[in-house]
């Protein structure tokens, strides 16, 4: 009894002490919180953090030491060393952040101390703190750094917090000597590689969107790599002893100091808002962070898009500073030497050119670093020989840069361009201008770009970094085997092309449109470059209409001939339709990762072609003939080959091939030239042999895109509003339209297809779920059943939630002038599973009739393109109805984002139809 009676007494202990501790945690938090709300400095707060913690994890630590005589305890004392290890280490902790800790211990204390060491971890984690431990001996430790650059460098940042001062000591000590210094060049290239693994997981630019404030590139990951190589090199990982020795200069220290006091109090105040470990900056953070600090905006620029600029711009300084750190003490070998002398050689006797550097003679470096023409020269050399500027002359350039003069001379236009015409090396060396700061002098425009940050869902990158990686991409497309490199290696005039690529968004920041702000900008820069008249103007056009083609490509009907025409009259030269094709795709591939498809080059490349045919002499008409004739022969001959369903005597197929051939001859131009002839054949059959109220529905996988496309033929007697009636069944299914085409003969037949994406189910579509659609547009089309009951059977969205907090507009833009015979509507709105079917419901309500539709989705927008006619045929008319059209569908886009799928579905359904 009594025993039970002391368990439970110590039990109880043990339960009140913990709850002390967790008290005392939440505590700390908020005396943590209090002083940051009271404007204290981030590492000041992150110090206070682990300051407190460090006498928490302490005192948990005592409490767990077995219970016995004094001398046992003082043999532990001696003998174990609990040592506080990376961001403990160093004395910092974010409020959420794990506690490292390393157990070090004498080989000859490895029998009491595994329980005392499950206990003090099991405490911590019961009281709150989440611990990243290890227990090791000195030598396992060690033999653990050699293998593991993670745990070599938490190493570094090592700090005792009880037990042992001589055994920690001893231990540092040979860390130094085995691990450290005593070898540099392992551990560099360990930790070189461990960091470009993590910069590849969590962010490969420091100018990307949603970074990971600690691991992304520029994040506080960088300055902890400096610290590291700083400790094996020159035996201290601190910034400031590392300026006095030399490795670093005091403007790179200045930079560093204050990039870690930003990047900490963003991460602080990122944990203390989520009430977690929280390191990634997401969009819905960005907009509360710029209102907290209360950023102000500007005409051109939002307070989140100051707000990231800030932020940017620290993150770049310290991936330049990091970068420039660890080319200077990249470890060299004296064979790597000998055979770096060996393959060098001499250029214009100033120039030393080996594999893959270019170095300057020491006494002529005063030369290079003295004016814009020298400095130029050398990138060009550098361009010409594919080799990289050595880390020497990257110091020199950028610290003679700032006082270079601000004019730009014949000579120093003709090296930039020079530079702009090299093979395979443009963007490597405009990066390269661009990080020592060159680059702004020949064209200051770059500083309002530097590190301006779009802030919608399209760009993954800010507009300096996009830019260059458009050039990039316009030199990987050199190599493409496709249309896009035939017509890249065509190109005469890559330097205005290269220029064009860096310029296109230079407008963005600044009040107004910025592909206007941008042929003003193009118009200065050709000025300062010495361009001729007829050079100004193509660089002016494709900055102004860098927009224009994927515009036109994506969003209206390529079998329009007179939009076509006006598309290659306006672009007027074979030349200037290749720079345009080329800056389009590679402005697209530059936005972000996945964002240049097989779909939106198909259409580009179609676009270009037909262009370029009108371009080379063919006029419109005639083409548009040439390629039906073109289609129609190949069509025909598959029906010829084709046996009828009935099998009737050879005589009587004569009358049936007429009948279909008619029909061919009815189909209009953009149908197609959207199907395949074999599937064109397959409609004209279904057609045919189409019952009265017959409705076909057939559903086909496409593995190579991962969709599935379900093609409807019908009368259009089956009902009014087949495209809002169909949608709504596709909705209903879960099923994510990703285009439609909608085709209507003279005779009323109706060919429809509906590309889709089926997210319930992973990989193949399997064969019975194409046909639980396909039997449901059926139902719905014949009238057996409703869109509405459909709803309600599967209960499918009953509130369509947006992905992301940060909404743009809606908009709604009526085009009546690209096509003759349709009005275009253009609507941009956030995508929400069930928007197109709320669109295809007012536009059945307004009246309106659907002949093409183009659907398009960037991230969480989408462009929905809509060519209409009224219920009669006829294109509409100028005015007010247009006027009532726009206000209707915006002011439905905006209460469907309010309410949700299930109400617009049911204000839908209960229109007339």
């Known amino acids: 009894m009594k025993q039970r009676e002391a368990k439970t007494s110590a039990d109880n202990a043990w339960r009140d002490r913990l709850a002390q501790q967790r008290l005392r945690l939440q505590s700390l938090r908020d005396q943590a919180r209090q002083r940051y709300a009271g404007g204290a400095p981030g590492l000041q707060v992150a110090a206070l953090i682990c300051q407190m913690t ?28 609990v040592v506080a290890v990376g961001g403990t280490g160093r004395g910092e902790l974010a409020p959420y952040s794990d506690v490292d ?132 090199r020159y035996g201290t990982p601190d910034i400031s002893l590392l300026r006095l020795e030399g490795a670093l200069s005091r403007e ?14 963003i991460r602080v105040d990122l944990h203390f808002a989520a009430g977690k470990a929280q390191e990634i900056l997401t969009r819905e953070e960005q907009l509360r962070l710029a209102d907290l600090h209360g950023v102000a905006a500007t005409a051109g620029q939002r307070p989140v898009e100051r707000f990231m600029q800030t932020l940017f711009r620290h993150t770049t300084a310290v991936v330049d500073i990091a970068s420039r750190f660890a080319d200077r003490h990249r470890p060299v070998s004296p064979i790597a030497r000998v055979w770096k002398f060996v393959r060098s050689h001499r250029s214009n006797q100033i120039y030393v050119v080996s594999a893959n550097e270019i170095d300057v003679v020491p006494s002529c470096r005063n030369l290079v670093g003295g004016t814009l023409e020298a400095q130029l020269h050398l990138i060009e050399l550098a361009a010409q020989y594919s080799v990289r500027l050595a880390p020497g002359l990257v110091e020199l350039i950028r610290q003679a840069a700032p006082r270079l003069p601000r004019t730009v001379s014949p000579e120093a236009a003709r090296l930039f361009l020079s530079i702009l015409r090299s093979t395979s090396q443009v963007g490597k060396q405009l990066r390269e201008m661009y990080r020592t700061g060159l680059l702004e002098v020949v064209m200051p425009e770059m500083t309002h770009a530097r590190c301006l940050l779009q802030f919608n869902q399209y760009h993954a990158y800010t507009v300096d970094e996009h830019s260059i990686r458009a050039v990039e991409a316009a030199e990987r497309f050199a190599c493409d085997a496709g249309p896009l490199g035939t017509a890249c290696r065509s190109i005469k005039h890559r330097d205005l092309l290269h220029l064009a690529l860096l310029l296109h968004d230079l407008g963005k920041g600044y009040e107004g449109d910025h592909s206007e702000v941008g042929r003003e900008i193009a118009s200065t820069v050709a000025a300062r470059l010495g361009l001729s008249l007829q050079q100004t103007e193509m660089l002016q056009f494709l900055v102004h209409k860098h927009l224009l083609m994927a515009h ?151 593995g190579a895109t991962g969709t599935v496309e379900y093609r409807i033929v019908t009368r259009d007697t089956v009902g009014s509003g087949l495209f809002h009636k169909i949608t709504g069944v596709l909705t209903a299914k879960g099923l994510e339209i990703l285009s439609a085409v909608i085709c209507t003969t003279p005779e009323r037949f109706v060919i429809d297809s509906f590309r889709v994406h089926d997210a319930d189910h992973a990989g193949e579509v399997p064969s019975f779920r194409l046909r639980e659609v396909e039997s449901s547009v059926r139902d719905v089309l014949q009238g057996r059943t409703t869109v ?16 992301h907090a940060c909404r743009e507009p809606t908009r709604v833009v ?53 060519y209409v006619t009224d219920r009669e045929g006829s294109k509409l008319q100028e005015g007010g109805r247009l006027l009532e059209i726009q206000s209707m569908l915006r002011s439905r886009i905006e209460d469907f984002e309010r309410s949700g799928l299930v109400a617009a579905a049911t204000a839908a359904i209960s229109s007339p139809t």
Request: with cysteine; glycine share 6%.
């Open 788 to 803: 509405e009951e459909l709803f309600a059977r599967h209960r499918r969205l009953r509130r369509a939630e947006s992905r």
């Open 552 to 702: 036109l490509a994506f969003r209206r009907d390529l079998s329009e001939m007179p939009m076509l025409a006006r598309f290659s009259r306006d672009v007027g030269s074979p030349e200037l339709l290749r720079m345009l094709y080329v800056l389009s795709a590679s402005d697209i591939a530059a936005v972000g990762p996945g964002a240049w498809t097989n779909w939106k080059s198909e259409l580009l490349t179609e676009l270009f072609e037909g262009a370029q045919q009108i371009l080379s002499g063919a006029p419109p008409k005639f083409r548009e003939a040439e390629r039906t004739r073109e289609i129609s022969a190949q069509v025909r001959r598959l029906l010829e080959a084709r046996p009828p369903s009935a099998a009737p005597p050879k005589a009587d197929q004569a009358p049936r091939l007429a009948r279909l051939g008619e029909m061919l001859d009815s189909l209009p131009l953009h149908y197609l030239t959207a199907a395949a002839p074999e599937q064109i054949v397959r409609d004209l059959v279904a057609i045919s042999e189409l019952p009265s109220e017959g409705v076909v529905v057939a559903g086909r996988y496409e």
């Open 814 to 866: 009526i085009d009546n002038d690209s096509s003759e015979r349709f009005t275009v509507i253009d609507v941009f709105a956030d995508d929400r599973r069930g928007l197109l079917y709320t669109i295809a419901s007012s536009l059945l309500e307004l009246g309106l009739s659907v002949s093409l539709a183009k659907i398009a989705t960037h991230v969480d927008q989408v462009l929905d393109v809509f």
């Open 101 to 232: 800790l390393l157990f070090l211990h004498d080989p000859r204390c490895e029998t009491c101390l595994p329980g005392c060491i499950s206990q003090v971890v099991r405490d911590c984690w019961d009281a709150g703190i989440k611990l990243g431990h290890s227990v090791r001996t000195p030598r396992d430790a060690l033999a653990a750094a050699r293998v593991d650059p993670q745990f070599a460098t938490a190493l570094v940042e090592s700090r005792l917090l009880w037990g042992s001062d001589r055994l920690f000591q001893a231990f540092t000590s040979r860390f130094r000597r085995q691990v450290g210094r005593g070898r540099f060049a392992d551990f560099y290239r360990a930790v070189i590689a461990s960091r470009e693994a993590e910069r590849q997981q969590h962010g490969e630019t420091e100018r990307q969107l949603e970074p990971d404030l600690k691991r992304s590139a520029g994040g506080l990951r960088d300055i902890h790599l400096i610290r590291w190589i700083g400790f094996a």
């Open 54 to 81: 460090d006498k928490l994890v302490c005192e948990l630590f005592e409490a767990a030491l077995p219970r016995g005589p004094a001398p046992g305890l003082e043999v532990i004392r001696q003998q174990v060393a």
């Open 252 to 265: 790179d220290e200045q930079a560093l100091v204050e990039a870690h006091e930003f990047l900490t109090r």
